[in-house]
C-alpha cells in the first residue's frame, strides 16, 4: 500500500476520471457538433418550446429557446451534468469507509501511522481533485469543439464559473455519500439514499416550477444554486457555488466527526 494515502486515491481513480471525462467530453462534443442543425430550425423549435408542457419545460433549467447556444447547451447538456457526475461521487463516497470496511481493508489501513481524521480527509481531498480532473477534461472538450462549429461561442471564463458550480455539485454529492459511508451500516444502504438524494434534488427543483406551494421550499434543495444558464447569459457571481461547498463542508466534518467515534472492528 502506498505510503500517502491520498496519492493512492488518486492513483485507483485515475481509470474513472479519464472514463467519466472522456465519455462526457465525447456527448459534449456530439451535442455542440448537431447544434446547427438545431439552429437552422429556428422558427419550428421557437414554436415547439412554447407549446410544451410546463412539466416538460421545468426540466429544460429554464430555458425558452434551443436556438440560442447557451439555452441550447444549458437543456441538452449542463443540466443534466451534475446528476451524470453524482454517479461517480457516490460510488467513490460510499466506497471511501463503509466500502474499505466490507472489503476487510479499513483494519490495514488503521494499522498505519495514520489518523481517522486523516483517511477521512484523504480520501475527500483526493476524490474533489478527481473531480476537477473530470470536468477540466469536459471544459477542455467543450471549449475546443465550440472553435469549430458555427454560431457556437462560448466565453471561457463564463464557461469555467459553470464548471465551478457543478464542482460545487459534485462535492456536495461525494460528502453527503461520505457521510452516509460513515454513519449508516452497509455500503449498498448508503448508495441506495445518495442515489435517491441526488436524483429526489433533481425532481424537487423541477416541481417547484410546476406545484403551487412548493416555490417558497426550493432554496432547500441543491439544484435551486445550480444556474448555468444565469451564469451563461447574465453574470458570473459566485454566491451559488460557495452555498454548495458550504453545504459539502458541513457534511465532510459530519463524517468526520462520526467516523471518529465509530467501532471499526474493535479498533
Do not use: W
Amino acid at each position: 500500500m502506498l505510503r500517502n494515502l491520498l496519492l493512492k486515491t488518486l492513483r485507483d481513480q485515475r481509470i474513472p476520471v479519464l472514463a467519466y471525462g472522456l465519455g462526457l467530453g465525447a456527448l459534449a462534443l456530439l451535442i455542440v457538433a448537431i447544434y446547427p442543425a438545431f439552429a437552422a430550425s429556428g422558427a419550428e423549435l421557437e414554436e415547439a418550446m412554447e407549446n410544451l408542457p410546463d412539466a416538460y419545460k421545468a426540466f429544460t433549467g429554464g430555458v425558452l429557446s434551443l436556438t440560442e447556444f447557451d439555452g441550447y447547451l444549458v437543456s441538452q447538456y449542463l443540466i443534466i451534468l451534475p446528476l451524470i457526475l453524482a454517479i461517480f461521487a457516490i460510488i467513490e463516497g460510499t466506497g471511501a469507509l463503509r466500502g474499505e470496511e466490507e472489503r476487510g481493508t479499513m483494519d490495514t489501513l488503521l494499522s498505519l501511522p495514520i489518523s481517522r481524521s486523516q483517511v477521512v480527509l484523504h480520501k475527500a481531498i483526493a476524490t474533489l481533485i478527481s473531480v476537477v480532473f473530470v470536468l477540466i477534461i469536459i471544459g477542455a472538450v467543450l471549449y475546443v469543439s465550440t472553435q469549430f462549429v458555427e454560431d457556437a461561442t462560448l466565453a471561457l471564463d463564463r464557461l469555467a464559473v459553470v464548471l465551478l458550480n457543478t464542482f460545487g455539485m459534485g462535492a456536495l454529492f461525494y460528502c453527503f455519500s461520505l457521510f452516509l459511508s460513515a454513519s449508516l451500516p452497509s455500503r449498498r444502504l448508503a448508495g441506495v439514499i445518495g442515489a435517491v438524494f441526488a436524483v429526489g434534488a433533481y425532481f424537487f427543483d423541477a416541481m417547484t416550477d410546476i406545484v403551487e406551494g412548493l416555490y417558497d421550499y426550493r432554496i432547500l434543495g441543491p439544484f435551486n444554486y445550480f444556474e448555468p444558464l444565469a451564469i451563461l447569459k447574465e453574470d458570473l457571481s459566485f454566491q451559488n457555488s460557495g452555498v454548495l461547498l458550504g453545504a459539502s463542508l458541513v457534511f465532510l466534518v459530519a463524517g468526520l466527526l462520526i467516523f471518529r467515534r465509530r467501532d471499526v472492528a474493535g479498533i
